[in-house]
């Protein structure tokens, strides 16, 4: 049942996005003892139509056996694989402040098929500080770094201002693949891709449900209280 390697490069970027979920919903099913699951009991875990999940996973080549439904561990395999994760993907992580500290301690990496080599910072008070045992350099080293440790993805942890000098430094040094925490939107040239987290942005609409929720429950009181 794996996924001919042709076939998962036609794989839509919509799918794209929702794979990583399936893959964590798997994974602890897989923790449970889970053996085998339903596309409806997949698609009901992880909040999507099962309609749409059977749709994602024939684009890996996966259509499950009906009446069984999919082998937890072939399918998380099949997934993992699609998305890279059975390779080991060199990170350098660029702005060692807080959140730069937290995301190189962060032991996700290191079972998710990522492996942190390089982290950058100008602030010379953190000049050879070891985190997580690799020491923080400047950033003027990552170019030769790279040119003798090949770097997958550079992540940007800095503040706005610097992200786009930091992506700059970036792409010169023939890194393609970005991953930017800061609250910026980036430019970059063809061939180079950016995902962008912006936690500012999540916690402003997760306040918007907030209020609204505030909202219901203040209006539920007042009818109430009229009654």
């Known amino acids: 049942m794996s996924a001919d390697p042709a076939l998962r490069r036609e794989i839509p970027d919509a799918t794209v996005a929702r794979l990583p979920e399936y893959l964590r919903t798997l994974s602890r099913l897989a923790e449970d003892g889970v053996l085998s699951v339903s596309s409806e009991e997949l698609a009901a875990e992880v909040g999507v139509r099962s309609a749409q999940l059977r749709k994602d996973l024939s684009h890996l080549g996966s259509y499950g056996v009906r009446g069984v439904g999919y082998d937890v561990e072939t399918l998380a395999l099949e997934i993992s694989r699609a998305l890279g994760l059975t390779e080991d993907w060199p990170v350098a992580i660029v702005g060692m402040g807080n959140l730069g500290h937290a995301l190189a301690s962060y032991s996700g990496f290191v079972t998710k098929g990522f492996r942190i080599v390089g982290l950058y910072?100008?602030?010379?008070?953190l000049a050879d500080e070891l985190v997580v045992g690799v020491p923080i350099r400047p950033l003027a080293e990552l170019p030769a770094h790279h040119a003798v440790e090949a770097i997958a993805i550079g992540v940007i942890a800095t503040p706005a201002p610097a992200a786009q000098a930091v992506c700059d430094a970036l792409v010169g040094a023939g890194i393609s693949s970005i991953l930017n925490f800061a609250p910026a939107v980036l430019s970059v040239?063809?061939?180079?891709?950016v995902r962008r987290v912006d936690l500012s942005t999540e916690l402003q609409i997760l306040a918007f449900h907030a209020q609204r929720k505030s909202l219901a429950a203040g209006h539920l009181r007042e009818a109430v209280a009229s009654s």
């Open 121 to 125: 910072d100008d602030d010379p008070q």
């Open 189 to 193: 040239p063809e061939g180079v891709d």
